[in-house]
């Protein structure tokens, strides 16, 4: 049952709901055990205002009635199921309640016992599909790493018949993409647009105006949906005085929460000198920079669209290209994100700081090339695997990494793909996954903090 406040008040970010269920393997289980599951939401309406969906109920009823019909069904002895559900998690523990072992967490299976341990196998697979109902009542996430196609810029593409690096671009509305959030558990999205950004020629006029309708867009649905909507401004690079103005409109006039930088214009890389009044401006203004990989001055290889491989190694390239250029270490008070995990920078951060020191400069110490290097957030669109995230928790600093979707160029199911190794990751260290989810984006955008 949920916990309450002398004045009888449901107390917030405790147990919403503690829903147990003595389990003894009889006849009577199943009938039992369902019929206590069905008052589960009913508690939790009585005591929060949590205005469930209809169908995250009817996915949470048939969830539960799943858990206790695999739980009688596999217990060979009297087990305890708990259900607890709070505004970060959804976590189910089970106690083996015969009496001649000792109680213990699901966690700790050597003390749980055969029974807990059969319970556990049991229930794996609906605990999976209850924490996806659960989110739609509890989206928390700030998606740092989410598109906006905006109508100007789709028929500025369409009508160049470009692209996003032989990636094609996707249908997208602003209902859309509220309902994409629900479903993955999203409170807020950071939104930004894609490559190729807004430089689509050598026209410097018109990219100028292509930034500002994309901007104003933007700035409109962050007013429509300030809880739900954050907006990363496009900046017109290669032209850095008309980056210089229009960083200045996006983030004094339209209150941008960030800009975003395509890794490569036309091959002029991040770290080129002649950008450097841009970065000395975006450091005096502490900003948020996004990057997001383009594709890079190469020919495609084919039947390999560019966002299948050549992204992440752009998005290696132009951070290298940084760091190698003094940007990171003159400008210590900017943020930047790099997309997609850093690419393979986390992956190679030692071979680059080891060959830089040792060879390519040899003036320059190993530690100084990793300390700027450790600098770059990292956010997780479609990073988060069994051999990536290892890797790039290994490297990164704590509090920069940050979830990120890449939705709508990468598609729901392949966010659902990706959600999955990242919400049954086993060595989070404590506090780490909800850092990842929500609180090290807070730091970064403190208007969206709760």
Request: proline letters at 8%.
């Amino acid at each position: 049952m949920a916990s309450h406040d002398d004045d009888g008040r449901p107390v917030q970010d405790e147990h919403l709901i503690r829903a147990g269920y003595a389990l003894d393997g009889d006849d009577g289980c199943i009938a039992d055990a369902r019929q206590q599951g069905l008052a589960f939401l009913d508690q939790a309406e009585a005591d929060y205002p949590l205005s469930v969906p209809a169908r995250t109920r009817d996915l949470t009823q048939l969830v539960v009635s799943e858990l206790v019909t695999n739980a009688c069904k596999y217990a060979p002895g009297p087990v305890l199921v708990e259900l607890r559900i709070n505004t970060r998690a959804v976590d189910v523990v089970v106690w083996d309640s015969d009496p001649t072992v000792p109680a213990a967490r699901a966690t700790d299976p050597d003390r749980i016992g055969q029974h807990g341990l059969e319970i556990v196998k049991a229930i794996t697979e609906a605990l999976f599909i209850f924490r996806r109902a659960a989110k739609v009542s509890f989206p928390a996430r700030i998606d740092v790493h989410q598109h906006i196609v905006p109508p100007a810029w789709a028929e500025a593409l369409d009508s160049r018949g470009m692209d996003s690096g032989g990636w094609a671009i996707p249908a997208w509305s602003p209902a859309d993409a509220i309902a994409m959030m629900d479903e993955q558990g999203i409170a807020t999205g950071v939104l930004s647009v894609t490559a190729p950004g807004v430089r689509l020629d050598d026209d410097a006029a018109g990219a100028r105006a292509l930034a500002r309708a994309v901007n104003e867009y933007g700035a409109e649905m962050v007013k429509d949906h300030p809880d739900r909507i954050g907006s990363f401004a496009s900046i017109p690079l290669s032209d850095v005085d008309g980056a210089l103005e229009e960083t200045a409109y996006a983030l004094d006039t339209l209150g941008a929460d960030g800009v975003v930088l395509m890794s490569n214009v036309q091959g002029r890389y991040l770290g080129d000198p002649d950008f450097e009044p841009l970065w000395a401006e975006l450091d005096r203004r502490e900003a948020v920079v996004f990057i997001h990989p383009a594709q890079p001055p190469m020919t495609l290889l084919p039947g390999t669209p560019a966002p299948l491989a050549d992204y992440i190694f752009d998005t290696t390239r132009t951070a290298l290209n940084m760091v190698l250029g003094g940007v990171m270490s003159r400008h210590p008070k900017v943020k930047v994100i790099l997309s997609h995990g850093g690419g393979f920078l986390p992956y190679a951060a030692y071979r680059f700081s080891g060959l830089t020191s040792t060879v390519v400069d040899t003036s320059r110490k190993a530690e100084d090339v990793l300390r700027d290097l450790k600098r770059f957030y990292f956010d997780t669109a479609l990073s988060a695997s069994p051999s990536a995230l290892p890797a790039l928790l290994a490297f990164a600093e704590p509090g920069h990494v940050l979830y990120g979707s890449d939705w709508p160029f990468a598609p729901q199911n392949a966010g659902s793909y990706y959600n999955h190794f990242l919400e049954t990751y086993p060595d989070f260290t404590p506090g780490q996954a909800e850092a990842i989810n929500r609180g090290s984006a807070e730091a970064l955008f403190p208007r969206l903090a709760r």
